[in-house]
């Protein structure tokens, strides 16, 4: 049964059209229907002249103007199947599963291909869990600390960050953001704000040491963090460093999450993922969500707190 969760497109963790070589199988299948509807046409073309040809010069011939009439059809046919197809997959439900994965493929498996991949034994999972579900975590203790203004980044955070800034301007728009996605095996049309940190964690080599979690729900991160002491409430005296994980959060449920860069006693600036552009990604972005800096007022209680990893 486990083999049949790449078509599960209902699940908490994502995983719907993210399998490698189901998204390589629906992806040439397109190329095959593109060549098809290349070549196909121009031979059936050839055909249809020389069979107009023999037409002409003998009017009699048996089954000639049937046969002209049937490769017409077909080079027609051939020449649309692409629209035919896109247009039956549009008719069929979202849940069926190939539908689902249809339009994705092309840019999942660009991305796939763009990747690094890295061989993870079976039993090698810890560091790479994701964490869909915070209740399956301790809550640990909140610290408390004196506030001001944030020190300089450490040799951790410098390399969390120095991943980070170069993505700014990644967006929605042209799918720039993909790659987020399917790093954590989520499909195009979740929430990626998540994906984001944990892709820059994996990228700096924090997820293979366990300093930071994969997880792809807000509340999961904070529950880590705060399973392990690592977590401080905005408002308890902490002064957010540079390189800690920040959440966001209304009516008391964590809906956002981001790379603290630097604060001070009113405001947090971050990088995030999944959010309006602001300053320097506005061009970049052109309109769309993306990976942006952002400055966040400390006092209006969106910022619930902060996960300080242990660099």
């Not at 975590?137 to 390399?159: F, L, M, N």
Request: with cysteine.
């Amino acid at each position: 049964m486990k083999y049949l969760q790449i078509l599960d497109c209902t699940s908490s963790l994502g995983n719907c059209c993210m399998d490698y070589g189901l998204v390589s199988i629906i992806d040439i299948t397109r190329k095959i229907f593109e060549l098809i509807q290349l070549f196909v046409p121009i031979i059936l073309v050839v055909m249809l002249t020389f069979q107009f040809g023999k037409l002409v010069l003998n009017p009699e011939e048996k089954n000639g103007m049937k046969n002209v009439i049937n490769k017409l059809i077909a080079a027609v046919v051939c020449f649309f199947l692409p629209v035919i197809l896109d247009a039956a997959m549009g008719m069929l439900p979202d849940s069926f599963v190939v539908t689902s994965c249809w339009e994705n493929a092309k840019v999942m498996r660009e991305v796939s291909l763009n990747t690094p991949l890295k061989y993870i034994k079976i039993t090698d999972r810890d560091p790479y869990n994701i964490l869909p579900d915070p209740d399956g975590y301790e809550q640990g203790e909140e610290h408390k600390a004196g506030s001001g203004s944030s020190g300089p980044a450490g040799v951790g955070a410098q390399r969390l960050l120095s991943v980070a800034i170069p993505e700014i301007g990644n967006n929605e728009g042209d799918n720039s953001h993909a790659k987020y996605e399917t790093f954590n095996h989520l499909d195009l049309s979740q929430p990626w704000c998540a994906a984001f940190v944990t892709w820059c964690a994996g990228q700096a080599g924090f997820l293979d040491s366990g300093i930071l979690p994969r997880y792809v729900g807000c509340s999961a991160g904070a529950s880590w963090f705060k399973s392990r002491g690592q977590y401080y409430s905005e408002g308890s005296g902490y002064t957010p460093q540079p390189g800690d994980i920040v959440f966001y959060g209304s009516g008391g449920g964590y809906s956002h999450t981001g790379i603290v860069e630097r604060a001070d006693a009113d405001y947090v600036y971050t990088i995030e993922g999944n959010t309006s552009c602001e300053g320097e990604a506005v061009s970049k972005c052109h309109g769309a969500h993306g990976v942006s800096r952002k400055t966040r007022n400390r006092h209006t209680g969106y910022v619930y707190g902060y996960g300080k990893p242990n660099y």
